[in-house]
């Protein structure tokens, strides 16, 4: 989980990490290899001057009773000594520097019996330019305190033993390399971070107004730029808009065109039901107009969904919540609003009211009562419509947000609508970036609440 969150999430983002991560195990591999070398040039620098002392020391060894004596030749600098057993080296060995030395000695045409070799901290008398440096007030260079010892069976039970220092210095290569990669990543990353933010420019344009075309059911045109295939897709999401915006329209005409065709027979009905002389009879009739006048509304708003002409206002819905509510009263109906505090949202007013008026009527219709209360919580606004009825199953729950969708599978008109009032608040609802929930009271009926973003 902990990786997840680290990844990055765009495009550009994952490019660019993929890259630094190429570049760091190039750079591991680069500082691999340059260790391995810089170990072997250390290598060949501290054994090369031994290895050439032992040479130049045989040429001129001394004569065999000398070396038998284990005295060092006065001719020969006082860290070479030729000794006739094998010398015990102190320190720690190094084979290393044993098998490099018998290379070196055979590559310069010398064969030798055995080689050994060992390294300690003893310090190694001071050279000519250091003493030289300690009476002029300086002090000395005493890093350079390490002694190693090589010890080469030139023939057999003759052995040359012979001294040099070893430096101690910390590797002044690691610095450098960790420059070289910081150059590195600068030179090959700040282009591509640039050539990356021109690619991703036009996808969040792209991608905005996707977001805002869905939201919506509008957005304006997006910029034809950037590489060819982001120009391409630019176009194809273009040519789609343009297609989509057209639908839309031809549907919103053509559904205009149904409202007005179907209102003027209704109207027709309702000025002839004025002439049927029976009062119930034409009660009757009347109602049926009115039903039909009211599915013919919620069937061309359901379809009109999201893309609403009325524009975001914010408003005060407690205040519109009780003048909704004062409507009912009004009309006898048994609805009650809970006292609430001022809470503003930003919504569409006209819509607001239709989807609480649908979740009162509902309440009245399949709960017998309406309790309206408004609550103003952390980031949104909640009202909220109770009833007193048997509330739903809790496997139907979703069911009943569908069109077209009863309680009851009845088609008398005296229990409900034609089951589009829930679909139609959902609709609204999801318009408002906002949420319709259903739940079953504890205490008997069904609570109904609009969730809108504060």
């Known amino acids: 989980m902990t990786i997840r969150r680290l990844w990055p999430q765009s495009l550009v983002g994952q490019v660019i990490l993929l890259v630094a991560l190429a570049l760091f195990v190039a750079q591991a591999i680069n500082f691999g290899l340059l260790l391995r070398e810089r170990n072997r040039l250390t290598l060949t620098g501290q054994t090369a001057p031994l290895a050439y002392r032992v040479l130049t020391a045989l040429d001129q060894r001394p004569d065999r009773a000398a070396a038998r004596d284990g005295r060092p030749d006065r001719r020969q600098a006082r860290n070479i000594r030729f000794l006739a057993a094998q010398p015990a080296l102190g320190g720690k060995p190094r084979p290393d520097v044993a098998n490099r030395a018998r290379d070196m000695l055979e590559d310069m045409g010398l064969t030798v019996r055995q080689v050994i070799a060992a390294e300690d901290s003893r310090v190694m008398p001071l050279r000519r330019w250091e003493r030289l440096r300690l009476r002029q007030g300086e002090a000395p260079d005493d890093r350079r ?124 009905l309702r000025v002839r039901t004025e002439s049927v002389e029976d009062d119930a009879e034409r009660a009757r009739m009347s109602d049926t107009i009115d039903e039909m006048n009211r599915m013919l509304e919620d069937i061309l708003s359901l379809a009109r969904a999201g ?144 969730v809108l973003p504060a």
Request: no cysteine; aromatic share 4%.
């Open 145 to 268: 305190v390490g002694r190693l010892q090589l010890a080469v069976e030139y023939d057999a039970g003759q052995w040359l033993l012979v001294e040099g220092r070893i430096g101690n210095r910390p590797p002044r290569f690691g610095g450098w390399l960790a420059g070289q990669t910081l150059i590195l990543y600068i030179i090959v990353l700040a282009p591509l971070l640039w050539i990356g933010r021109r690619l991703a420019r036009p996808l969040r344009q792209l991608t905005a107004s996707a977001q805002q075309f869905a939201r919506t059911g509008a957005a304006d045109p997006v910029d034809e730029r950037g590489p060819g295939d982001v120009r391409d897709l630019t176009m194809a999401f273009n040519a789609m808009r343009a297609r989509i915006i057209a639908m839309l329209d031809e549907k919103d005409r053509m559904l205009g065109a149904i409202g007005h065709d179907l209102r003027t027979p209704l109207a027709s």
């Open 307 to 450: 893309r609403s002409a009325e524009s975001p206002q914010k408003v005060d819905l407690s205040a519109l919540a009780d003048a909704v509510v004062e409507d009912f009263v009004e009309l006898g109906s048994p609805v009650t609003l809970a006292d609430s505090a001022r809470a503003v949202a930003l919504v569409r007013p006209q819509q607001i009211r239709r989807a609480l008026r649908n979740l009162i009527e509902n309440a009245i219709v399949y709960g017998d009562r309406a309790h309206v209360s408004v609550s103003h919580l952390p980031g949104q606004v909640r009202i909220t419509v109770a009833d007193e009825g048997p509330g739903i199953a809790q496997d139907r729950m979703a069911e009943m947000l569908e069109p077209f969708t009863r309680l009851e599978g009845s088609r008398n008109r005296e229990t409900g609508g034609a089951g589009l009032g829930l679909a139609l608040v959902r609709a609204i609802m999801i318009e408002h970036h906002g949420e319709l929930l259903l739940a079953n009271r504890p205490e008997g009926g069904l609570e109904a609440s609009l």
